[in-house]
């Protein structure tokens, strides 16, 4: 099994910036692909960023690229959200996922993945 933990959101201005974090304990072993997704109010969670686990493939849902970068540390199994020039549709509740599916290629789809966090919430101000 294992366990996915994220912080670092909060309320922020819009325009301002803030880094998630997700720690995963327990199987890490077994993580390949790690992502991002996010649930809005009154909306469906959709994808975000996601990472293959040689940091070779990444994605990005077309609405965040160039003020999101995601990345992963593998060696403290940590995955990262680089949040900047948030907008006030940026608000919402952000989800770590982890796929255990031997493969280097990112899935965008939520049902490819395995392991879920609690969430962290992001609210951006206006």
């Known amino acids: 099994q294992v366990q996915l933990v994220e912080s670092g959101g909060g309320l922020v201005q819009a325009g301002g910036s803030l880094r998630l974090s997700c720690a995963a304990s327990?199987?890490?072993?077994?993580?390949?692909?790690l992502g991002w997704f996010r649930q809005g109010p009154g909306k469906e969670r959709e994808f975000v960023a996601a990472?293959?686990?040689?940091?070779?493939?990444?994605r990005y849902i077309d609405s965040v690229k160039g003020r999101f970068t995601i990345s992963r540390d593998n060696a403290r199994s940590t995955v990262y959200l680089q949040m900047n020039n948030l907008k006030l549709e940026d608000t919402a509740v952000y989800y770590c996922?982890?796929?255990?599916?031997?493969?280097?290629?990112?899935?965008?789809?939520?049902?490819?993945?395995?392991?879920w966090g609690q969430g962290t919430q992001v609210t951006v101000s206006s």
């Open positions: 996922a982890a796929d255990r599916t031997p493969r280097n290629v990112v899935s965008i789809t939520r049902y490819a993945y395995d392991y």
């Open positions: 327990g199987r890490t072993s077994s993580i390949y692909v």
């Open positions: 990472v293959s686990r040689d940091g070779r493939d990444t």
